[in-house]
């Protein structure tokens, strides 16, 4: 919406000064100031020579004298005019303006001052004209361009126009845009910045201090503009927006005085005629635009009181034709009774088909109360097969788990008897050690016989050699015997340290091994599985996404000979796993466990269908897969799912065809079992409390050491809490790629995840690999150490015997230096030690005999034990292929549950569609009654009574008759009763509407009367008070320099008259005509013209092209002067002046000038 545009006042008490001439009769859409342009001379004319001019000159005297005195030839002009009484007290005016113009001289203090807002900053023209690029700024108050000729003056006022919205006719330089784009060029440009502060901006929160206009043309004819702010922002590209900036500064750019081009302003200086004067006059202060308004007004006037002559006339045959249809209508009420009684008979007949409707409608009542007691025992009997399968779901889970603890009792057993073999083997070790220790007893034994023997044999001799021992060397063999004895006690105390460590180095050897075992079996696992985890993201990276991807080539095949085969009712579905997506990937080998074979089924809606599927099966694989029936459509399970808090298996699935969906949740319930990632909140959730609504049971991710891939399944019914485990299932051989799901996903993110699944496995390798390391490290270290310390026990025992030897030697030799009775007490001593190394041999060799007999026994005994492990080991198998053979069973009923189930939903489904029949027939027959009685309200409000027994056929014989009987009487009378009420109505109606519509017209004929007075009345005072205006600006003007004149505004020839004296000398006043008037003079003269009139235009810019081309120096130093004095005045206006001149020493200069070069 465009601002309110704003108002000026100079002050005066009754002088008006006109900022824009409009009228609130013209349309919103042309509410824009006038834009004249005033070109007296044929467009085709050359420029106005000398001559010319002086022949105009010497004709004035004769227009004036020769110009008719023609009287208006309109209604309008005589009204308009009102005989020109208005302007018969010209001294009275003339006083009332002077006094009002010295009143605003009066309070006028200081200097002039440059307007806030309205006037041009800079003006740029690009490829305009002739010109590359121009670009001018101007003052805020007077502005003096000044040039040669093709320097760019008259192009400045040219791009104003033209870019503050003006026409290039406007100019006289041209009929269209493209005429102004510069000589082998394309396109042109005009920039025109206007100042935008102060209390009268226009939009200041949107512009800013200023307001750019851009004006974009080309060779081709396009234009358009571009209205920025002053943050260089286009607000708008309209022209209407041009116009409203316009029209709120009132610029009046169009207004042939206010922007006066070089052509104009040289027919208006010099050469103008009276008649042209006084047109160039009333288009500047806008009388003539009001002039069109008004009569554009008068013409509305006229075209109204036609109308309202037309009207009248309408109303004369509208009469007529109302009194016709009020005397038919009278006659029409003379059949009032019969009328009477077929509306009675009508309603009858209404109401009693409304009757009959609903005798149907308690019967559909009936058969729908029938239905519903039907469902409510369909769904009884389902909700019972319902529960029946998933109790044995959870008998299922329950074998299931029994079955893997058997299976892994089957892990612990094989443990078991690995044990029972490691102390078998321990214990024969132990017997084939004692077996040696043994046979070394028993040569020490023989060993110490030996020795006695010997030593006998040596007391023997001693006691028979006498000798002597003297000397050094016994000492020094005393010392040698003392140090091998110290060494063989050493050796000894090193011996049984050894001996002491081999059981606990044994154990070591044996835990290490046993560790090591277990390390390289987690390593190879490990590898095996990350082996298979990249393999299976290969083979994810190169899969085709295609929906058969994860089932074997036998499935192919048989879904392409179901493709293929056109003998079935209805083409049979499946399998289901490739018809779902799976939305969540890490769910998928769990889910894939979950739904097991459901997935490989097919669902047919027939038992024929299923019949030739499950013979077509047949001829591929030998393990068929199940085969479903159902003829559900979609269930709305909304009611029975838990809340959207918690994810369930049907709410990460999506399904490309419902009855697969339909079938998992009969099947498998899949709408009740929600998925929990964490454990912990999984058992918070299912075991703190009751479970969820609508919860069945609940699977979550196994958070032990190496479960990746597998689950756990939680159920809590009536507090008995059970967690089974789900295993990952085992690889389907003949698929596309081993392991692939049979549920599609999202490869990218499924890849995603096993890439993670790999990265994870390749850093727990690297883990188990250390480990491995470790293991071997520390098994190898040892059975170092046992070889090590059983090389040292051997080592021992021959320095035992070296260090025995030299005992043994050196005794002999100290014997020697001994005497008899010594040597021989040291050999009785010496028997005496063997007798009980012998002795003490004995007894270890007898212990070690006890030892081997129990070692032995021992032996027998684990035999014993890993044989009956052995035996016990058959017996497990029996139980495995029990508990094997009663997960079976279990599924083989829950088949047959799932069987029963399908037919107690497919009951319960027929039993509800029943229902729904019937309950849409009940609401047809519901909507038919009341349609029935909505059209029987039609005919009558209130039910009539109807006899028992009546009926339809009798009721219309009746109200037939009386029907014939009315339609004879509107034959006679040319129409039905209603036609003729609804003709008087009608007539009457039109003649009321064409009398208020006359009354109206007449209203608005005196409306418009009473305000084109009072427009005329105001236009008579504004052209009066202008008139005064610029008579007293006139003379006051020409007073300046010295002259002394008049302006005679002759409004009723429509011509203006000048009278200048310059002559001070002369005493009379009455001034010469302009014609006896030099050049400048005559100049001189129309510019004080222009000034008085501008004076009495408030437009904030003023622009005048070569004002001064047919003045003399002196009159165009004068000329000059003036402008600038006036301008001075003329507070906060901006004056562009252009003149080809220079300025210089003829105007007085100040700082309000502004001269552009």
């Not at 009143?103 to 002739?130: D, H, L």
């Not at 020697?816 to 041999?841: C, Y």
């Not at 009321?992 to 017209?1001: F, L, N």
């Not at 003023?1102 to 004095?1125: I, K, P, Q, Y």
């Given at each position: 919406?465009?601002?309110?545009k704003?108002?000026?006042?100079?002050?005066?008490?009754?002088?008006?000064?006109?900022?824009?001439?409009?009228?609130?009769?013209?349309?919103?859409?042309?509410?824009?100031?006038?834009?004249?342009?005033?070109?007296?001379?044929?467009?085709?004319?050359?420029?106005?020579?000398?001559?010319?001019?002086?022949?105009?000159?010497?004709?004035?005297?004769?227009?004036l004298?020769?110009?008719?005195?023609?009287?208006?030839?309109?209604q309008?002009?005589?009204?308009?005019?009102?005989?020109?009484?208005?302007?018969?007290?010209?001294?009275?005016?003339?006083f009332?303006?002077?006094?009002?113009?010295?009143?605003?001289?009066?309070?006028?203090?200081?200097?002039?001052?440059?307007?806030?807002?309205?006037?041009?900053?800079?003006?740029?023209?690009?490829?305009?004209?002739?010109?590359?690029?121009?670009?001018?700024?101007?003052?805020?108050?007077?502005?003096?361009?000044?040039?040669?000729?093709?320097?760019?003056?008259?192009?400045?006022?040219?791009?104003?126009t033209?870019?503050?919205?003006?026409?290039?006719?406007?100019?006289?330089?041209?009929?269209?845009?493209?005429?102004?784009?510069?000589?082998?060029?394309?396109?042109?440009?005009?920039?025109?910045?206007?100042?935008?502060?102060?209390?009268?901006?226009?939009?200041?929160?949107?512009?800013?201090?200023?307001?750019?206009?851009?004006?974009?043309?080309?060779?081709?004819?396009?234009?358009?503009?571009?209205?920025?702010?002053?943050?260089?922002?286009?607000?708008?590209?309209?022209?209407?927006?041009?116009?409203?900036?316009?029209?709120?500064?009132?610029?009046?750019?169009?207004?042939?005085?206010?922007?006066?081009?070089?052509?104009?302003?040289?027919?208006?200086?010099?050469?103008?005629?009276?008649?042209?004067?006084?047109?160039y006059f009333?288009?500047?202060?806008?009388?003539?635009?009001l002039?069109?308004?008004?009569?554009?007004?008068?013409?509305?006037?006229?075209?109204?009181?036609?109308?309202?002559d037309?009207?009248?006339?309408?109303?004369?045959?509208?009469?007529?034709?109302?009194?016709?249809?009020?005397?038919?209508?009278?006659?029409?009420?003379?059949?009032?009774?019969?009328?009477?009684?077929?509306?009675?008979?009508?309603?009858?007949?209404?109401?009693?088909?409304?009757?009959?409707?609903?005798?149907?409608?308690?019967?559909?009542?009936?058969?729908l109360?029938?239905?519903?007691?039907?469902?409510?025992?369909?769904?009884?009997?389902?909700?019972?097969?319902?529960?029946?399968?998933?109790d044995?779901?959870?008998?299922?889970?329950?074998?299931?788990?029994?079955?893997?603890?058997?299976v892994?009792?089957?892990?612990?057993?094989?443990?078991?008897?690995?044990?029972?073999?490691?102390?078998?083997?321990?214990?024969?070790r132990?017997?084939?050690?004692?077996?040696q220790?043994?046979?070394?007893?028993?040569?020490?034994?023989?060993?110490?016989?030996?020795?006695?023997?010997?030593?006998?044999?040596?007391?023997?001799?001693?006691?028979?050699?006498?000798?002597?021992?003297?000397?050094?060397?016994?000492a020094?063999k005393?010392?040698?015997?003392?140090?091998?004895?110290?060494?063989?006690?050493?050796?000894?105390?090193q011996?049984?340290l050894?001996?002491?460590?081999?059981p606990?180095?044994?154990?070591?050897?044996?835990?290490?091994?046993?560790?090591?075992?277990?390390?390289?079996?987690?390593f190879?696992?490990?590898?095996?599985?990350?082996?298979?985890?990249?393999?299976?993201?290969?083979?994810?990276?190169?899969?085709?996404?295609?929906?058969?991807?994860?089932?074997?080539?036998?499935?192919?095949?048989?879904?392409?000979?179901?493709?293929?085969?056109?003998t079935?009712?209805?083409?049979?579905?499946?399998?289901?796993?490739?018809?779902?997506r799976?939305?969540?990937?890490?769910?998928?080998?769990?889910?894939?466990k979950?739904?097991g074979?459901?997935?490989?089924?097919?669902?047919?809606?027939?038992?024929?269908?299923?019949?030739?599927?499950?013979?077509?099966?047949?001829?591929?694989?030998?393990?068929?897969?199940?085969?479903?029936?159902?003829?559900?459509?979609?269930?709305?399970?909304?009611?029975?799912?838990?809340?959207?808090?918690?994810?369930?298996?049907?709410?990460?699935?999506?399904?490309?065809?419902?009855?697969?969906?339909?079938?998992?949740?009969?099947?498998?319930?899949?709408?009740?079992?929600?998925?929990?990632?964490?454990?912990?909140?999984?058992?918070?959730?299912?075991?703190?409390?009751?479970?969820?609504?609508?919860?069945?049971?609940?699977?979550?991710?196994?958070?032990?050491?190496?479960?990746?891939?597998?689950?756990?399944?939680?159920?809590?019914?009536?507090?008995?809490?059970?967690?089974?485990?789900?295993?990952?299932?085992?690889?389907?051989?003949?698929?596309?790629?081993?392991?692939?799901?049979?549920?599609r996903?999202?490869?990218?993110?499924?890849?995603?995840?096993?890439?993670?699944?790999?990265?994870?496995?390749?850093q727990?390798?690297?883990?188990?690999?250390?480990?491995?390391?470790?293991?071997?490290?520390?098994?190898?270290?040892?059975?170092?150490?046992?070889?090590?310390?059983n090389?040292?026990?051997?080592?021992?025992?021959?320095?035992i015997r070296?260090?025995?030897?030299?005992?043994?030697?050196?005794?002999?030799?100290?014997?020697?230096?001994?005497?008899?009775?010594?040597?021989?007490?040291?050999?009785?001593?010496?028997?005496?030690?063997?007798?009980?190394?012998?002795?003490?041999?004995?007894?270890?060799?007898?212990?070690?005999?006890?030892?081997?007999?129990?070692?032995?026994?021992?032996?027998?005994?684990?035999?014993?034990?890993?044989?009956?492990?052995?035996?016990?080991?058959?017996?497990?198998?029996?139980?495995?292929?029990?508990?094997?053979?009663?997960?079976?069973?279990?599924?083989?009923?829950?088949?047959?549950?799932?069987?029963?189930?399908?037919?107690?939903?497919?009951?319960?489904?027929?039993?509800?569609?029943?229902?729904?029949?019937?309950?849409?027939?009940?609401?047809?027959?519901?909507?038919?009654?009341?349609?029935?009685?909505?059209?029987?309200?039609?005919?009558?409000?209130?039910?009539?009574?109807?006899?028992?027994?009546?009926?339809?056929?009798?009721?219309?014989?009746?109200?037939?008759?009386?029907?014939?009987?009315l339609?004879?009487?509107?034959?006679?009378?040319?129409?039905?009763?209603?036609?003729?009420?609804?003709?008087?109505?009608?007539?009457?109606k039109?003649?009321?509407?064409?009398?208020?519509?006359?009354?109206?017209?007449?209203?608005?004929?005196?409306?418009?009367?009473?305000?084109?007075?009072?427009?005329?009345?105001?236009?008579r005072?504004?052209?009066?008070?202008?008139?005064?205006?610029?008579?007293?600006?006139?003379?006051?003007?020409?007073?300046?320099?010295?002259?002394?004149?008049?302006?005679?505004?002759?409004?009723?020839?429509?011509?203006?008259?000048?009278?200048?004296?310059?002559?001070?000398?002369?005493?009379?006043?009455?001034?010469?005509?302009?014609?006896?008037?030099?050049?400048?003079?005559?100049?001189?003269?129309?510019?004080?013209?222009?000034?008085?009139?501008?004076?009495?235009?408030?437009?904030?810019?003023?622009?005048?092209?070569?004002?001064?081309?047919?003045?003399?120096?002196?009159?165009?130093?004068?000329?000059?002067?003036?402008?600038?004095?006036?301008?001075?005045?003329?507070?906060?206006?901006?004056?562009?002046?252009?003149t080809?001149?220079?300025?210089?020493?003829?105007?007085?200069?100040?700082?309000?000038?502004?001269?552009?070069?």
């Amino acid at each position: 919406m465009a601002p309110r545009k704003r108002t000026h006042d100079d002050g005066g008490d009754t002088i008006e000064e006109v900022v824009e001439a409009t009228s609130a009769l013209r349309p919103e859409s042309s509410r824009k100031r006038a834009r004249v342009s005033i070109n007296v001379q044929d467009k085709d004319q050359g420029p106005v020579d000398d001559e010319s001019l002086a022949s105009e000159d010497e004709d004035e005297d004769e227009e004036l004298s020769n110009a008719p005195q023609s009287p208006p030839q309109t209604q309008y002009e005589f009204e308009r005019d009102a005989g020109f009484h208005h302007l018969e007290n010209i001294e009275y005016d003339d006083f009332r303006a002077t006094q009002a113009i010295r009143r605003q001289r009066e309070k006028q203090v200081g200097q002039n001052a440059a307007a806030e807002s309205g006037i041009i900053e800079s003006v740029t023209c690009i490829n305009f004209m002739c010109h590359t690029r121009l670009h001018v700024e101007l003052g805020p108050l007077i502005n003096f361009v000044v040039g040669e000729n093709g320097s760019g003056k008259s192009a400045v006022l040219t791009a104003i126009t033209l870019c503050l919205g003006g026409k290039a006719s406007d100019t006289n330089r041209g009929g269209s845009l493209r005429s102004f784009v510069r000589a082998g060029q394309e396109h042109g440009q005009l920039i025109v910045r206007i100042k935008n502060a102060g209390t009268d901006a226009y939009q200041p929160d949107l512009y800013g201090d200023t307001i750019t206009i851009e004006r974009h043309f080309s060779k081709s004819g396009t234009s358009g503009f571009k209205i920025k702010s002053a943050a260089e922002k286009v607000i708008s590209t309209k022209k209407q927006e041009v116009d409203e900036i316009s029209e709120w500064y009132a610029l009046q750019i169009s207004n042939p005085l206010t922007v006066l081009s070089q052509d104009n302003a040289r027919q208006f200086l010099n050469s103008a005629s009276p008649a042209q004067k006084y047109k160039y006059f009333i288009s500047g202060v806008q009388l003539e635009q009001l002039d069109n308004d008004y009569k554009m007004s008068r013409d509305t006037l006229d075209r109204t009181e036609q109308l309202s002559d037309e009207l009248k006339d309408r109303i004369a045959i509208l009469k007529k034709e109302m009194d016709e249809a009020l005397r038919q209508a009278e006659l029409a009420k003379q059949n009032g009774d019969l009328r009477a009684k077929a509306r009675f008979l009508r309603s009858q007949l209404a109401w009693v088909q409304v009757l009959e409707q609903e005798n149907i409608l308690k019967q559909k009542i009936e058969i729908l109360a029938e239905r519903e007691q039907r469902v409510l025992e369909a769904e009884q009997a389902r909700d019972t097969n319902s529960q029946n399968l998933e109790d044995l779901d959870q008998q299922i889970a329950r074998a299931e788990q029994v079955r893997e603890e058997v299976v892994a009792e089957g892990a612990t057993f094989s443990q078991k008897v690995a044990a029972a073999e490691e102390i078998l083997e321990k214990a024969k070790r132990e017997l084939a050690d004692i077996h040696q220790e043994e046979r070394a007893a028993h040569t020490r034994l023989k060993n110490a016989g030996d020795h006695v023997n010997k030593t006998k044999d040596l007391i023997q001799q001693e006691e028979e050699r006498l000798s002597e021992s003297t000397g050094p060397e016994r000492a020094q063999k005393d010392s040698e015997l003392n140090n091998a004895k110290t060494r063989e006690e050493e050796i000894r105390k090193q011996q049984s340290l050894a001996n002491e460590r081999t059981p606990a180095l044994k154990e070591a050897v044996n835990v290490a091994e046993r560790t090591f075992q277990e390390a390289d079996k987690l390593f190879n696992a490990k590898r095996k599985e990350t082996l298979e985890a990249k393999n299976h993201r290969d083979a994810l990276m190169e899969n085709s996404g295609g929906a058969m991807d994860g089932y074997s080539d036998t499935m192919k095949r048989i879904v392409d000979a179901i493709h293929n085969d056109g003998t079935f009712a209805h083409k049979p579905v499946g399998p289901l796993g490739s018809l779902i997506r799976l939305k969540q990937p890490e769910w998928s080998k769990i889910l894939e466990k979950t739904l097991g074979d459901t997935l490989n089924g097919f669902v047919v809606r027939s038992k024929g269908d299923q019949t030739k599927l499950s013979r077509l099966i047949g001829r591929y694989t030998d393990k068929p897969p199940p085969i479903f029936i159902s003829n559900q459509g979609h269930l709305d399970t909304a009611a029975n799912e838990p809340d959207e808090d918690f994810d369930t298996i049907l709410r990460v699935m999506e399904f490309d065809d419902d009855t697969v969906r339909t079938q998992l949740i009969m099947n498998a319930s899949v709408e009740k079992i929600i998925l929990v990632k964490d454990r912990v909140r999984a058992q918070q959730v299912m075991f703190n409390q009751a479970p969820p609504r609508n919860v069945g049971a609940c699977i979550c991710l196994h958070d032990g050491a190496n479960k990746r891939n597998h689950g756990l399944r939680l159920t809590n019914r009536g507090g008995n809490k059970s967690t089974s485990p789900i295993s990952p299932p085992e690889n389907r051989p003949g698929a596309i790629v081993s392991g692939q799901p049979r549920m599609r996903t999202d490869i990218k993110r499924q890849v995603a995840l096993q890439q993670e699944i790999v990265k994870q496995l390749g850093q727990d390798l690297i883990a188990m690999t250390h480990k491995q390391k470790d293991a071997k490290k520390a098994l190898v270290n040892a059975q170092n150490e046992k070889e090590g310390n059983n090389q040292a026990i051997q080592n021992l025992a021959r320095e035992i015997r070296q260090a025995q030897a030299d005992i043994q030697r050196i005794e002999e030799e100290l014997d020697q230096f001994e005497g008899a009775d010594d040597r021989l007490e040291t050999l009785r001593a010496t028997l005496r030690e063997h007798n009980e190394e012998a002795e003490q041999v004995g007894m270890q060799y007898g212990n070690m005999r006890l030892q081997k007999e129990t070692l032995s026994d021992k032996v027998r005994e684990e035999k014993k034990k890993v044989e009956a492990l052995k035996e016990e080991g058959k017996d497990f198998q029996a139980r495995v292929n029990k508990a094997e053979g009663k997960v079976r069973g279990l599924n083989d009923a829950r088949k047959v549950a799932v069987s029963s189930k399908n037919a107690a939903y497919d009951q319960a489904a027929m039993a509800v569609q029943e229902r729904d029949r019937a309950e849409v027939k009940r609401q047809q027959y519901v909507n038919q009654v009341a349609e029935y009685t909505e059209e029987a309200e039609k005919v009558c409000q209130e039910r009539p009574p109807i006899p028992d027994g009546e009926t339809r056929q009798n009721l219309e014989k009746r109200f037939k008759k009386i029907k014939e009987q009315l339609a004879a009487r509107e034959k006679r009378f040319g129409g039905s009763d209603e036609e003729l009420f609804a003709r008087r109505d009608e007539a009457v109606k039109r003649y009321e509407d064409i009398k208020t519509q006359a009354q109206d017209v007449e209203e608005t004929i005196v409306s418009l009367k009473r305000a084109m007075g009072r427009r005329l009345e105001i236009w008579r005072q504004f052209q009066r008070q202008i008139s005064a205006r610029v008579r007293n600006q006139f003379t006051i003007v020409l007073s300046e320099r010295g002259f002394r004149g008049g302006i005679e505004l002759d409004h009723k020839n429509r011509k203006i008259h000048l009278r200048v004296e310059p002559d001070e000398t002369r005493k009379s006043d009455a001034g010469r005509n302009t014609k006896t008037l030099s050049g400048g003079e005559k100049s001189f003269t129309s510019i004080c013209m222009l000034l008085a009139i501008w004076e009495a235009v408030s437009s904030p810019i003023r622009c005048l092209d070569e004002f001064d081309v047919f003045m003399d120096n002196v009159n165009r130093a004068m000329s000059t002067n003036l402008l600038c004095d006036a301008a001075r005045r003329s507070v906060s206006r901006q004056y562009i002046l252009i003149t080809p001149n220079a300025i210089e020493g003829r105007a007085r200069m100040d700082k309000d000038v502004n001269i552009i070069r």
